[in-house]
């Protein structure tokens, strides 16, 4: 009997001639999980299709911008609206205003906003205005974290706390990273041993308030206490990179959830992306008026960009936070995404295999580890070939996790009771086939 063709496969030798390993972002190459990625012919709320028309439940949802789920009809209509309009004009529109408007009534420490077109660029952008702002060159980041591509980010600690970081990608300088001081995610001692030796030369204090770069870690709460009061002091600036919470964790993002338990916490900058584009290439950095003033054309810091604030984008953006910002959104999301991660702890259990799970608003992590990690580190020892086997297990039954375990997952408010009950159905038999551990 020969097998049927597997149109995935088809397409990923068709592709792998063309782009570069077949993809045009790394972790869509299932590298880390083996095998081949799924390609997506269409995908309508919770679910979509692969290249074999099999449906799988997605809790991927484009790594966080599809908070409603995919194809929801007000969004739609929204971007057909717009299309009609036109699609890009290089001149200003008052979409662009209007989503400026909404993003500051949402989250309040950004006085002021602008429009860019991808989280990279954002956060990019957000280190060199906290640099102009300041005059100062340093800028700590944590280990663990990912603010985007831009060179002067990809880096790893160096040795000690007097060496800057070494670059982590090819093709990146070692000047270009001579400044970037990286350090491990809530060890308060360290951020403080930093400042203490560089404070007064330090631009900004960049980091993920909960990080979903390794999977899902929180900031503990007197980390981020003391990273603010660290700045202060030395007139650094705290960029918050919200790319992946904004909008997703809570309707004022994670800043919000520390506000509650930090009297008066507030970033200097806020980085955004994901979500507030609901899809489409959208993403912002902001802060207070004084910072943000000094953004070219008002001041000596250069930014732009061809399609900044596109008006499709921007329709796409609104008509989503239009739905994100009704009473009870973020309750009844983060319902649902309780549900998915009890239940996967209890399928677990069952099963014997080690688990643990956090989640906030619509964003969850789980480790086959029995207590959750505090910083990158512990977040790989999980055992990678069993995160590997559950991963496989999940897929071939329809439920389609990210690719690696040091990444978040995401439920939209399109995940049902069923859609739920059905991936702990599959999670059940997939850690069963893992066996105890
Ligand atoms: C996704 C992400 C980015 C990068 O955004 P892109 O749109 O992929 O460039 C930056 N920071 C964080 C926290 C992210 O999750």
Redesign the pocket.
Known sequence: MTRPTDLNDTLFQRARRVIPGGVNSPVRAFQAVGGTPRFVQRAQGAYFWDANGKRHIDYIGS??PMILGHGHPAVVEAVQQALLDGFSFGAPTEREVQLAEEIIRYVPSMEMVRLVS????A?MSAIRLARGATGRSKIIKFNGC???HADSLLVKAGSGLATFGHATSAGVPPEVVQHTLVLEYNDVAQLEEAFALHGDNLACVIM?PIA??MNFVRASVPFMQRARELCTLHGALLIL?E??TGFRVALGGAQSVYAQQIPGFAPDIT?L??VIGGGMPL?AFGGKRAVMEQLAPLGPVYQAGTLSGNPVATACGLATLAQVSQPGFYDRLAGSTRALTAGLAGAAKEAGVDFCADSEGGMFGFFLLPELPQNYPAVMETDRERFNALFHGLLDRGVYIAPALYEAGFVSAAHSAADIEETVAAARAAFAALGRK
């Not at 991808?118 to 660029?121: A, V």
């Open positions: 790594w966080g991808s989280g990279t660029e956060g990912y603010h985007g993920e979903g770069n990179d790319v992946m980085v992306g994901k993403a």
